[in-house]
């Protein structure tokens, strides 16, 4: 079990991070595909193993990644932890190289370093056929100011928790919603369907991957939760609504959640990142509040709500 806590500064101004990640190989599986990281885009300080990350949100924002492998032996752990390395370097390093980031060219970037990631897993199932077939989802959340921006492949998953209620921000990338997008008629039982779980795309299963970028404005006292699917899979929502609600620590959350998924059979990995979100940075919570999800690929992107 791999394990990341940390605590942003305060100050005038200032968005609080108080965050904490943890992964877990379940009860069935003998290897551990998953992966997560948090990292300071500011910085460039990385999280992928039992670490305190200490920082104030700075002006580059802040990272949070879960990684859910596939391929089947060591395969799958070696594609989530390419993408895991590999997303916040290149983001990172790209940032350096512009001299105003904007929301605008940051979501370029961001799906630019996926896109570099799907290029470094794919190249690398291809030069070696102990690798052949691997890849893994990747849902990467990145606060940027005010503006949580979340890029999407698979079905791993990202939450928002808002005065008590639970919105998803990323739709599962898995054939049966693909039939249902294309107004094809869908099996009556859903849960029991074999194709579920078949994902229509992953990062390193191809020479191109499209990666779907949403964004929605933060809240003083939001939380993020990210997860991979040993996760949702095994606890409800309700459920894991209750546990991030819960007045314990976020380690004692995570745990609680963890519990849950292998007392539930614990089937597959189960990964998730939990981060609370305070400070003067944000607009105050508002019990009125929607969550307002966009699409940046929509022509309001400019000017984000």
């Known amino acids: 079990m791999s394990v990341v806590s940390g605590t942003s500064g305060t ?3 200032a968005i609080n991070v108080n965050v904490f990640g943890m992964s877990d190989v379940g009860k069935v599986r003998k290897n551990n595909e998953d992966n997560f990281v948090v990292c300071n885009l500011t910085t460039g300080e990385v999280t992928l193993t039992p670490a305190l990350c200490n920082h104030r949100l700075g002006p580059m924002g802040t990272l949070f ?12 752990e070696v594609a989530s932890q390419l993408c895991s390395v590999t997303v916040p370097k290149r983001l990172f390093d790209n940032l350096k190289t512009v001299e105003s980031v904007s929301e605008t060219n940051f979501v370029l970037l961001l799906r630019e370093a996926i896109e570099f990631a799907n290029q470094v897993v794919f190249q690398k199932a291809q030069s070696d056929p102990a690798y052949r ?3 893994t989802t990747t849902t990467a959340a990145t606060l940027f100011g ?32 693909y039939l249902a997008e294309i107004g094809a008629e869908l099996p ?30 933060m809240r003083h006292g939001d939380f993020l939760l990210l997860c991979s699917d040993g996760l949702y899979n095994m606890v409800g929502g309700s459920d894991m609504l209750g546990v991030v609600n819960s007045q314990a620590s976020l380690p004692a959350r995570c745990k609680s959640l ?27 919570a508002d ?19």
């Open 11 to 13: 100050g005038i101004g």
């Open 65 to 76: 990644l879960v990684a859910d492998g596939m391929g089947g032996e060591a395969c799958g």
């Open 133 to 135: 077939g691997m890849g």
């Open 146 to 177: 005010p503006y949580l921006f979340v890029a999407q492949v698979g079905d791993s998953r990202a939450y928002l928790i808002r005065n008590k209620a639970m919105v998803q921000l990323t739709r599962d990338q898995t054939f049966l919603n």
């Open 188 to 217: 009556a039982e859903l849960e029991k369907d074999s194709r579920k779980s078949i994902l229509t795309q992953a990062v390193g299963t191809s020479e191109t991957v499209d990666v779907k970028v949403t964004y929605t404005k």
């Open 258 to 284: 963890v519990d849950k998924a292998n007392e539930g059979g614990g089937t597959d990995n189960i990964t998730m990142i939990i981060a609370e979100l305070t400070g003067p940075g944000l607009p105050p």
């Open 287 to 305: 019990l009125a509040a929607p969550v307002e999800l966009r699409d940046v690929d929509k022509e309001d992107f400019k000017t984000p709500a």
